[in-house]
């Protein structure tokens, strides 16, 4: 119910007229609770290796990941995000790296479990395309990732992962049926209390340039994602994608990408009493820093893009900013 009124009884620039009267009366606050920290990993030593893509952003060797994991506790965020830069010898049609119990994220995994314990969170994705030689993120069969065969790999990459340390498992493939059967995996082989954060709405983007040049599969990609990311121009669907998720097991779900994407965050809250996180990409990561840079907005932007996340619903916001604005928060 909206209760109405009329000037010069009513002044709505009151409440507005105090910075104390104007947090006391903020409906969406944004802390550093929200936030959600990708990092970018890289074999070898001694390495912090610039993204080109993204101003500011760099790629890890493990000998320098526990600093930057430290520097996130230190800030309070409550959860870090890794994705590796896979060479290209170890990349095959198959994605065989990502089974291997000793690939960088499962390293990185059990470095950080044995350096921190249980002092922030662990999230990794489940999907083939940081391993695979052709850039999808399932097995590609006569031009199409096969949805079924892949999911088989996804559970085995599951366990995998889980067995590492890995706290929340995000998969980010987009296959039909896959949280589910990652669940019951989870749950026959004593890996309960390991969350499911599914990538329940990505869609075939094209903000996602950057990312990709950050793990090393921007040139490998034969095609597009179009026949399984799902269509920009559909809201209903996101509606399908969600139901079927929580219905599978998924404790949390993401939005991806964020900020053109903010109707389906509200119209999912609305649906759902689930928590949302929103995934501000790569593309607008970099949008903004070069707005910055050019001096055509503010720096204020960030914190205001940000807000918008809370505002449309989302409970948190897997960002690239989230160690640059988290001390001002």
């Given amino acids: 119910m909206i209760i109405t009124g009329k000037y010069p009884q009513l002044r709505l620039r009151r409440n507005r007229k105090r910075e104390w009267s104007r947090r006391l009366t903020s409906e969406n606050n944004l802390s550093v609770n929200d936030l959600i920290?990708?990092?970018?990993?890289?074999?070898?030593?001694n390495k912090k290796i610039p993204v080109k893509t993204m101003p500011g952003i760099y790629r890890y060797s493990l000998d320098k990941l526990n600093s930057v994991?430290?520097?996130?506790?230190?800030?309070?965020?409550?959860?870090?995000?890794?994705?590796?830069?896979?060479?290209?010898?170890?990349?095959?049609?198959?994605?065989?790296?990502?089974?291997?119990?000793?690939?960088?994220?499962?390293?990185?995994?059990?470095?950080?479990?044995?350096?921190?314990?249980n002092n922030i969170g662990i999230m990794c994705d489940v999907a083939l395309d940081p391993?695979?030689?052709?850039?999808?993120?399932?097995?590609?069969?006569?031009g199409d990732v096969e949805n079924d065969e892949t999911v088989k790999l996804l559970i085995e990459q599951s366990l995998i992962q889980a067995s590492a340390g890995c706290d929340v498992?995000?998969?980010?493939?987009?296959?039909?049926?896959?949280?589910?059967?990652?669940?019951?995996?989870?749950?026959?082989?004593?890996?309960?209390?390991?969350?499911?954060?599914?990538?329940?709405?990505?869609?075939?983007?094209?903000?996602?340039?950057?990312?990709?040049?950050?793990?090393?599969?921007?040139?490998?990609?034969?095609?597009?994602?179009?026949?399984?990311?799902?269509?920009?121009?559909?809201?209903?669907?996101?509606?399908?994608?969600?139901?079927?998720?929580?219905?599978?097991?998924?404790?949390m779900i993401i939005v991806k990408p964020g900020l053109p994407y903010l109707d389906i965050i509200q119209k999912l809250k609305n649906n759902f009493k689930i928590p949302i996180i929103a995934y501000q990409v790569s593309g607008e990561y970099t949008m903004i820093c070069d707005s910055i840079k050019k001096k055509i907005v503010k720096k204020d932007i960030i914190i205001e893009t940000l807000t918008s996340f809370k505002r449309s619903g989302a409970n948190a916001i897997i960002t690239y900013f989230a160690d640059k604005i988290a001390k001002n928060l």
Avoid: W
């Avoid at 990708?38 to 074999?43: A, L, N, V």
């Avoid at 060479?87 to 119990?101: I, Q, V």
């Fill in 131 to 142: 391993y695979t030689s052709h850039g999808h993120d399932g097995l590609l069969v006569r």
């Fill in 169 to 251: 498992l995000a998969p980010s493939d987009m296959m039909d049926g896959r949280v589910g059967k990652i669940r019951n995996a989870l749950d026959k082989n004593n890996f309960k209390n390991v969350q499911i954060l599914s990538y329940a709405v990505k869609y075939a983007s094209s903000y996602y340039g950057p990312f990709r040049d950050a793990v090393g599969s921007k040139n490998l990609l034969r095609g597009d994602k179009k026949t399984y990311q799902m269509d920009f121009k559909n809201s209903d669907e996101s509606l399908r994608e969600v139901t079927l998720d929580i219905k599978e097991g998924a404790d």
């Fill in 69 to 117: 994991v430290e520097r996130a506790i230190d800030l309070g965020i409550p959860m870090i995000a890794l994705f590796p830069y896979t060479k290209n010898n170890l990349r095959n049609s198959l994605g065989s790296e990502s089974l291997n119990p000793n690939n960088l994220v499962c390293r990185a995994c059990k470095q950080i479990k044995k350096k921190f314990k």
């Fill in 37 to 45: 920290l990708p990092i970018f990993i890289i074999d070898g030593k």
